[in-house]
């Protein structure tokens, strides 16, 4: 008949059969009739609410199977709760189900808040006490708990007062306290503006022997990024919380808490999430956590929340509600009622309901319940069956084995109340320990015959066991039977000197099963040989470098030390082989101790500067035993370094070149070592012959040289090298001259030189001057233009130095298209221009006018030229003509014909 927004309330007989429930108004009996006070008067206004988060508690009373009580919290909003009225306050009622038809109302309202009335939460929850004959009630109304103890006697209503450093700010969310009475779990919803409010879970201590908090409360939520918190829940064991919470828009989600670790607050993880509005969590006797989301026919359930978080499995459809519509809460209970009792390992104190536990085949254990009453009765059961009635069980994998283990306890108090402890047992096989002989060690530290030395025990690992997979290994003091401090198995010095023993406990990593096993040490006082000195030549940085063009000592080398193990062998007189000896190779004597970071193949990898000393440990073949121990130097010397030029070196050649070339240019190697030797190379191939630091190359190419240094404890030659590029070049050799003058235009004069050359040219008109030499965009031609009128000479200079080539006068002229008499200085007269010059030796022109009448005529080269008088008389603006002869110095005769203007202005 419930139907609420929230609070709920529900109890049956230890059968499961439904005895009465209430949603803080009204209660019901199992009929699903209205119950009554024994007045007659129907029981519909209990004060409490159905839109309390928690409206009402059922709780019996520890010894009278009859006596109830039903303990009711209101609500301070106004009209909450479909028409119910604002009603806050804690008020608790007495039902004694044996009368009338399944329940009266023989005792209340007995009011618990008095004038806390108005501040009193929405919140309540029971736990039992230390023993079955006591219940804890608790509430709290802003900063304060408030604590009630109920026994046989009924409620006692003075309340045992706690203070909490976390006032509320809300009165809504669930309030729960854990099956082992251990803790409590506060939801405080402050839901502000959209639901990202501050609201907050708080965890607090309390002992249910004195029903006080015992401490001042821990927060375990991030409400704006979590969501606000109202629903809480503790797992059966007590070892994990959860807590649901509310994201706008419309977010369910839960969390886990893992209780049994040191920093509870940073365990939190979300182990679901779906869309969804606030709702209730609560524990069941089957040790699930039930989940009520308002709007669904189904409960969710949290399967296993006794699991680490990521191992929870939660289903959304766990309880159909065969057509019925969950709300926002689930009856609360007292949550002692389904706490199993703890059963302990006597040895460790460790409680073992937590997890599956393993032990281990070959071990007994002492099991027996943390409850211990003298008047109780014990009873065991394994796989069902009964095998004790003892409240201690020794068990080993012989008489019981591995499987489920059940204590049932009937209380002999006035409780009459049988608890229930179960835990599952698998027995798992401890490791093997091969027997191994003693570890000798050699003393070859700073004091050789003191009898201590160190030890690297873990070189013993793979020899004790045939799998290191899945293990751990730690070595002990033989008397530190408890295993507390484990030896650094890496660098132990034995505390015994000479011999000594060690315990070796290996440890199967995933059962957590050990076997130990005693291992001996013995110290053998050692002298330190000492063994020839290795000398090698530096490597080259570039010698993995295809084409390099020179050699870079790296100040390192490697050394064979296969070579070294021969030659200690050779040296023995047949007492070692690699038959009956094991060699090793260290760069310190600490590691050659302890056998840490050894030289092994491939030796490449392994590099020895300048000095280096190496330390060799002889072991006899297959056994932890040392021998003997030496060391020896190694000692790394340069590799010569012959100079290079890897830019051009220039080698002038005549033009045209000579066959054979004649010209040389000196390339110098010199390492400044004058016993060094040298090899020559041209484009790859031997030189035969040149064996000195220079060399006077007569030829372009690519000239290798290598030097070759000899050391006297080396028999290989140490050997460096570079490289010369020699180009050749010369000095320009000139093909070809082409000029044009032209007669219109004097700016349109060009002259085109070609020329012949193995340089790099560039160009200079009537100029040496390094400054005005131009690069053409054609090595081997070069064309001026704008030429002026006269003798011109073109230079041409070799850019890699191999001297300029000038070319003979070459002769431009310019008839004039037309002259200005008006003194001005420009074209005041007319006349052949650029024949003023020794180039030419005659010339001759006449000037005619346009009728063919002679007029004026020119004779001297040197002639200042026509100013445009005739016989005296100024001659008008016209165009005017002329017929001119040049011959040159060379006899060579240049006719030309043309007319020009004169303009008067």
Excluded at 156 to 175: A, E, H, M, W
Excluded at 311 to 336: C, E, K, M, R, Y
């Amino acid at each position: 008949m419930l139907n609420t927004d929230e609070g709920c309330s529900s109890i049956s007989d230890e059968n499961g059969n439904l005895l009465f429930y209430s949603d803080g108004i009204n209660v019901w009996t199992k009929n699903h009739e209205l119950m009554r006070y024994s007045n007659g008067v129907l029981a519909n206004n209990l004060e409490g609410n159905p839109s309390s988060s928690q409206s009402g508690l059922i709780v019996p009373n520890p010894e009278d199977k009859n006596l109830y009580y039903i303990f009711t919290v209101g609500t301070e909003y106004i009209g909450a709760g479909s028409g119910y009225p604002r009603n806050p306050g804690f008020k608790f009622y007495t039902i004694d189900i044996s009368q009338g038809n399944g329940g009266e109302i023989i005792a209340g309202p007995i009011d618990l808040a008095g004038n806390l009335s108005e501040f009193w939460s929405e919140k309540v929850t029971a736990v039992q006490g230390k023993n079955c004959s006591e219940i804890w009630i608790l509430s709290i109304a802003e900063n304060t708990f408030y604590t009630y103890k109920i026994d046989k006697n009924g409620v006692d209503t003075s309340p045992v007062i706690s203070s909490s450093n976390y006032p509320l700010k809300d009165k809504r969310g669930y309030l729960k306290a854990s099956p082992d009475g251990t803790k409590v779990a506060m939801a405080d919803f402050t839901a502000g503006q959209n639901f990202l409010g501050d609201g907050r879970l708080v965890l607090y201590n309390f002992d249910n022997t004195s029903g006080k908090i015992t401490s001042s409360g821990i927060t375990l939520t991030t409400p704006s990024t979590d969501g606000v918190p109202y629903g809480v829940e503790f797992s059966q064991t007590s070892s994990k919380l959860y807590v649901s919470t509310l994201k706008l828009p419309t977010s369910f989600s839960i969390f886990q808490y893992n209780l049994l670790e040191s920093n509870i607050s940073q365990t939190k993880t979300l182990v679901h999430q779906e869309g969804g509005y606030r709702g209730a969590l609560q524990l069941g006797p089957d040790g699930r956590i039930y989940a009520s989301i308002p709007g669904r026919n189904y409960l969710g359930a949290i399967e296993n929340p006794e699991e680490n978080a990521n191992d929870v499995q939660f289903t959304s459809n766990a309880v159909n509600l065969g057509g019925a519509i969950s709300s926002q809460g689930l009856p609360p209970f007292i949550q002692s009622f389904f706490a199993p009792v703890k059963l302990i390992d006597v040895a460790t104190g460790e409680v073992l309901n937590n997890n599956n536990q393993i032990f281990c085949i070959g071990s007994s254990y002492e099991i027996q319940p943390q409850k211990n009453e003298p008047n109780d009765t014990y009873t065991w059961f394994k796989d069902g069956v009964e095998i004790a009635k003892t409240r201690t069980l020794t068990i080993d994998n012989d008489n019981y084995g591995s499987g489920t283990y059940e204590i049932n306890i009937d209380s002999g108090s006035e409780c009459k109340k049988t608890y229930v402890g179960t835990i599952q047992v698998s027995f798992e096989p401890k490791p093997t320990i091969n027997k191994i002989p003693p570890y000798i060690q050699c003393d070859f530290d700073s004091n050789p015959i003191d009898g201590f030395t160190s030890f690297n025990l873990e070189t013993l690992e793979p020899s004790l066991v045939d799998n290191l997979s899945e293990i751990s290994i730690d070595f002990f003091e033989t008397t530190d039977t408890n295993f507390t401090a484990p030896l650094n198995k890496t660098n132990y010095t034995n505390s015994v000197a000479k011999n000594h023993s060690v315990t070796v406990k290996i440890t199967n990593n995933t059962t957590l099963c050990y076997e130990t096993e005693i291992i001996d040490l013995q110290v053998n006082p050692t002298g330190l040989t000492s063994y020839t000195d290795e000398y090698l030549c530096e490597l080259d940085e570039n010698a993995s470098i295809p084409n390099a063009q020179f050699s870079i000592g790296t100040g390192n080398s490697f050394f064979d030390f296969s070579l070294k193990t021969q030659q200690i062998i050779n040296n023995s007189g047949g007492v070692l082989s690699e038959v009956t000896h094991d060699f090793e190779y260290y760069r310190t004597a600490s590691d050659a101790s302890l056998q840490t970071n050894q030289i092994l193949p491939p030796y490449e990898d392994d590099l020895f500067t300048n000095n280096a000393t190496v330390f060799v440990r002889i072991s006899n073949k297959g056994e932890t035993s040392c021998e003997a121990v030496g060391n020896f130097k190694i000692f790394v010397e340069e590799i010569p370094v012959p100079q290079g030029n890897l830019n051009d070196t220039i080698l002038c050649v005549d033009n045209p070149r000579l066959s054979p070339q004649p010209q040389t240019i000196p390339l110098n190697a010199d390492t400044g070592n004058p016993t060094d030797s040298y090899k020559w190379y041209i484009n790859g191939n031997l030189i035969a012959g040149e064996t000195s630091a220079i060399y006077n190359a007569n030829t372009e190419g690519e000239y290798k040289v290598e030097a070759y240094r000899k050391y006297p404890n080396i028999a290989e030659l140490c050997v460096g090298y570079n490289t010369f590029y020699v180009k050749e070049s010369n000095q320009a050799l000139i093909v070809n001259l082409e000029s044009v003058d032209d007669q219109d235009n004097p700016n349109n004069n060009k002259i085109k030189i070609v020329v012949d050359g193995l340089g790099d040219y560039e160009y200079a008109l009537n100029s040496t001057n390094l400054s005005d030499f131009v690069k053409g965009s054609e090595n081997l031609s070069y064309t001026f233009t704008d030429i002026p009128p006269g003798l011109n000479t073109i230079s041409i200079r070799d850019r890699n130095g191999c001297g300029i080539a000038t070319s003979n006068q070459i002769s431009t002229i310019y008839f004039q298209r037309h002259f200005t008499p008006n003194g001005d200085g420009h074209f005041d007269t007319w006349k052949v221009l650029g024949v003023d010059n020794e180039y030419y030796d005659v010339v001759r022109v006449k000037i005619f006018n346009r009728f063919g009448k002679l007029i004026n005529e020119i004779t001297d080269k040197n002639h200042p030229g026509w100013d445009g008088v005739y016989n005296g008389a100024i001659l008008p603006s016209n165009d005017y003509w002329y017929n001119a002869e040049l011959i040159d110095s060379n006899g060579k005769v240049r006719k030309k014909t043309g007319h020009f203007s004169l303009l008067r202005k």
